[in-house]
T-cell receptor, first 113, second 110 residues
Framework: SQELEQSPQSLIVQEGKNLTINCTSS?????LYWYKQKYGEGLIFLMM?????EEKSHEKITAKLDEKKQQSSLHITASQPSHAGIYLC?????????????FGKGTKLTVNP | DTEVTQTPKHLVMGMTNKKSLKCEQH?????MYWYKQKAKKPPELMFV???????INESVPSRFSPECPNSSLLNLHLHALQPEDSALYLC?????????FGPGTRLTVL
């Protein structure tokens, strides 16, 4: 079965600093999703990446997919306290998509003002 | 309407109670999901409904019973739960692979 490993497990940064979170898959990635979750709340969809080399940005968050390395990275530029939360990567292991997403264990981000 | 709603937000129940969780979406999505999330853990898939039919059951105990009355509604019926079933229960719906999550129901079993 597919497994996703996220690093780091937790991250504390000063407001204004840049940061990167990584997600590495044990199997070929056919679709990679990034979500953000505040404690005890639902997941907020950030981005979906489907093609090798694909890169997407939304506001100050950029995600890239390296298909060969079976890895995705999430980069936040000039972090703000509002970026704090748990970032989860999710993946489906079937070409053409599937109904079953597997999630990484998450990266807890703290941004100090 | 671009959201998934879940009720109730919080639920406390005894081990002999019967209760139901409700999920609703009006985005026309044909796949709906139930996930269970324990503290500091990622969500774990429980059930998937596709076009109102159960397509995936991740070997969930029968004390959890899903129901999809129509394309907009998804219920999770709970009966004779155990304290270890206490968790955040998340509902999601999907379109073209992108899953939209509801805010969750925080369930406590006493």
């Amino acid at each position: 079965s597919q497994e996703l490993e996220q690093s780091p497990q937790s991250l504390i940064v000063q407001e204004g600093k840049n940061l990167t979170i990584n997600c590495t898959s044990s199997k070929t990635l056919y679709g990679l999703y990034w979500y953000k979750q505040k404690y005890g709340e639902g997941l907020i969809f950030l981005m979906m990446l489907q093609k090798g080399g694909e890169e997407k940005s939304h506001e100050k968050i950029t995600a890239k997919l390296d298909e060969k390395k079976q890895q995705s990275s999430l980069h936040i530029t000039a972090s703000q306290p509002s970026h704090a939360g748990i970032y989860l990567c999710g993946a489906d292991g079937h070409p053409g998509g599937s109904e079953k997403l597997v999630f990484g264990k998450g990266t807890k981000l703290t941004v100090n003002p | 309407d671009t959201e998934v709603t879940q009720t109730p937000k919080h639920l406390v129940m005894g081990m002999t109670n019967k209760k139901s969780l409700k999920c609703e979406q009006h985005m026309g999505h044909r796949a709906m999901y139930w996930y269970k999330q324990k503290a500091k853990k990622p969500p774990e898939l429980m059930f998937v409904y596709s076009y109102e039919k159960l397509s995936i059951n991740e070997s969930v105990p029968s004390r959890f019973s899903p129901e999809c009355p129509n394309s907009s509604l998804l219920n999770l019926h709970l009966h004779a739960l155990q304290p270890e079933d206490s968790a955040l229960y998340l509902c999601a719906s999907s379109h073209r692979g992108e899953q939209f999550f509801g805010p969750g129901t925080r369930l406590t079993v006493l």
